[in-house]
């Protein structure tokens, strides 16, 4: 099967105290992002850029220990590419020329 690009945007906020927490970002198990949160009343737009041949993929935001916060992660979706998300799961079509 052929690899599909595939863009996926996600709203991020953060809320914290005391010191600025360290956040994750999964594509099934590995590893696609790690930023440390420095803002206060502002979210992100997360942008992935995911090259992966068709199937199921779970994306998933985690923070890092020790953390006194809470991450939301709001309104994922497919930017570009032939896929779907629902419930975090990514599912990556065929692209049909």
Request: glycine share 2%; charged share 30%; hydrophobic share 40%.
């Amino acid at each position: 099967m052929t690899k599909q690009f595939i863009r996926v945007l996600c709203n991020i906020d953060c809320e914290w105290e005391s010191f600025e927490p360290i956040y994750r970002t999964y594509v099934n198990d590995e590893l696609f992002a790690e930023r440390t949160w420095r803002w206060t009343e502002h979210y992100l737009e997360e942008m992935l850029q995911i090259e992966a041949e068709p199937g199921e993929y779970i994306i998933r935001h985690e923070l890092v220990p020790p953390h006194l916060a809470i991450l939301t992660v709001t309104d994922m979706r497919v930017d570009f590419g032939p896929a779907i998300i629902k419930n975090n799961i990514l599912k990556i079509t065929q692209h049909e020329d």
